[in-house]
């Protein structure tokens, strides 16, 4: 009786054990990501039109948003909100923007306002739109990478134009949960290449690189003195 007893205590034991590990390993595995899946699509919406069109116009000096076509995220993609006469495009893009192993890929409170100048509007904004469509017709982060590769592929999405950039100077962008709306900065997107051909990312260097192998890209970070209503930025360090 004794000897059933104990072995009873000691299975119990060591089940409580295996159930603490297992809890400990998914409090753990939901730490490195925090959004594993989709969240609603309404938590990606933003439900004041005007506030979109307001924060899309904050990425750029209003000398240069004033005149700029805005698109809004409705629920089937990106709508032309106001149309624009400079050739500039100003939009907020979500969270599916961001790179294949970004724990910020389905991050709902992500608002990234930029103001793209013509040529990447024509050759960077097509990408964006597209990642868009493919995410809110139901398809997953798998998915819509093998989407981008396939397109790529057949050439339905084009190749970057020399000279592409754009304006990334809002306040109230929220980039990540770590640096928020970060600093204000211009990014110019060009082929793939070495970090070293930019004297990019080297101590001292007011450029940054990250390269996105998925898009064919890589993407230029300068960041710049003050945001967009021309505040200084008071942490202006990188």
């Given at each position: 009786?004794?000897?059933?007893?104990?072995?009873?205590?000691?299975?119990?034991?060591?089940?409580?054990?295996?159930?603490?590990?297992?809890?400990?390993?998914?409090?753990?595995?939901?730490?490195?990501?925090?959004?594993?899946?989709?969240?609603?699509?309404?938590?990606?919406?933003?439900?004041?039109?005007?506030?979109?069109?307001?924060?899309?116009?904050?990425?750029?000096?209003?000398?240069?948003?004033?005149?700029?076509?805005?698109?809004?995220?409705?629920?089937?993609?990106?709508?032309?909100?106001?149309?624009?006469?400079?050739?500039?495009?100003?939009?907020?893009?979500?969270?599916?923007?961001?790179?294949?192993?970004?724990?910020?890929?389905?991050?709902?409170?992500?608002?990234?306002?930029?103001?793209?100048?013509?040529?990447?509007?024509?050759?960077?904004?097509?990408?964006?739109?597209?990642?868009?469509?493919?995410?809110?017709?139901?398809?997953?982060?798998?998915?819509?990478?093998?989407?981008?590769?396939?397109?790529?592929?057949?050439?339905?999405?084009?190749?970057?134009?020399?000279?592409?950039?754009?304006?990334?100077?809002?306040?109230?962008?929220?980039?990540?949960?770590?640096?928020?709306?970060?600093?204000?900065?211009?990014?110019?997107?060009?082929?793939?290449?070495?970090?070293?051909?930019?004297?990019?990312?080297?101590?001292?260097?007011?450029?940054?690189?990250?390269?996105?192998?998925?898009?064919?890209?890589?993407?230029?970070?300068?960041?710049?003195?003050k945001w967009s209503d021309g505040t200084a930025d008071s942490?202006?360090?990188?």
């Amino acid at each position: 009786m004794k000897r059933q007893i104990l072995r009873t205590i000691t299975a119990t034991i060591f089940a409580l054990v295996v159930l603490l590990g297992a809890a400990r390993q998914a409090r753990a595995q939901a730490a490195k990501t925090p959004y594993p899946s989709m969240a609603p699509l309404e938590q990606y919406l933003m439900a004041d039109r005007n506030a979109e069109i307001a924060l899309a116009r904050s990425a750029a000096p209003e000398s240069v948003s004033h005149d700029a076509e805005v698109l809004v995220l409705g629920r089937h993609g990106y709508e032309t909100a106001a149309k624009g006469k400079n050739g500039f495009v100003c939009i907020v893009e979500r969270s599916w923007t961001a790179g294949i192993d970004d724990p910020n890929f389905w991050n709902p409170k992500l608002r990234g306002p930029l103001c793209l100048n013509p040529p990447a509007a024509r050759t960077y904004l097509p990408l964006t739109i597209k990642k868009t469509e493919w995410i809110l017709a139901g398809q997953s982060k798998a998915q819509m990478f093998d989407s981008i590769k396939a397109a790529f592929d057949k050439k339905e999405l084009p190749t970057l134009e020399s000279g592409a950039m754009s304006y990334m100077l809002s306040k109230q962008g929220y980039l990540d949960d770590q640096g928020g709306h970060w600093h204000p900065h211009l990014m110019f997107f060009v082929p793939q290449t070495d970090d070293l051909t930019w004297g990019a990312n080297l101590p001292g260097s007011p450029i940054l690189a990250t390269k996105d192998a998925e898009d064919r890209m890589t993407v230029l970070l300068i960041p710049v003195a003050k945001w967009s209503d021309g505040t200084a930025d008071s942490t202006h360090e990188h």
